[in-house]
Nanobody, 117 residues
Framework: VQLVESGGGLVQAGGSLRLSCAVS????????IAWFRQAPGKEREGIAC????????VYSDSVKGRFTISRDNAKNTAYLQMNSLGPEDTAVYYC???????????WGQGTLVTVSS
């Protein structure tokens, strides 16, 4: 199983980025997908999740209303659209997949997002 994040980079405050998570080796449609982030000196926090089937989503308070998680099962890819970015959003962003039947989870290597003020 491999998860590969992309789309990170440097953006000015108020800007937008879209992260992608390409998943292979896993039945994507039977997996829940989540995005986590870890800022320097802080613990990793879960910020968005999308379940399989009905595509229900859940967001942390820190990103609700600004970030949108989505998935394209035909492309085995999940996305995180990030708008109205601020310096507090600077972090390494990780994609996480959980196989529904076994609850086994998998992680990507992370992609760095830096927001300048």
């Amino acid at each position: 199983v491999q998860l590969v994040e992309s789309g990170g980079g440097l953006v000015q405050a108020g800007g937008s980025l879209r992260l992608s998570c390409a998943v292979s080796g896993l039945t994507f449609g039977n997996s829940a997908i989540a995005w986590f982030r870890q800022a320097p000196g802080k613990e990793r926090e879960g910020i968005a999740c999308i379940v399989s089937g009905n595509d229900d989503t859940v967001y942390s308070d820190s990103v609700k209303g600004r970030f949108t998680i989505s998935r394209d099962n035909a492309k085995n890819t999940a996305y995180l659209q990030m708008n109205s970015l601020g310096p507090e959003d600077t972090a390494v962003y990780y994609c996480n997949a959980v196989r529904i039947l076994t609850r086994r989870e998998y992680w990507g290597q992370g992609t760095l997002v830096t927001v300048s003020s």
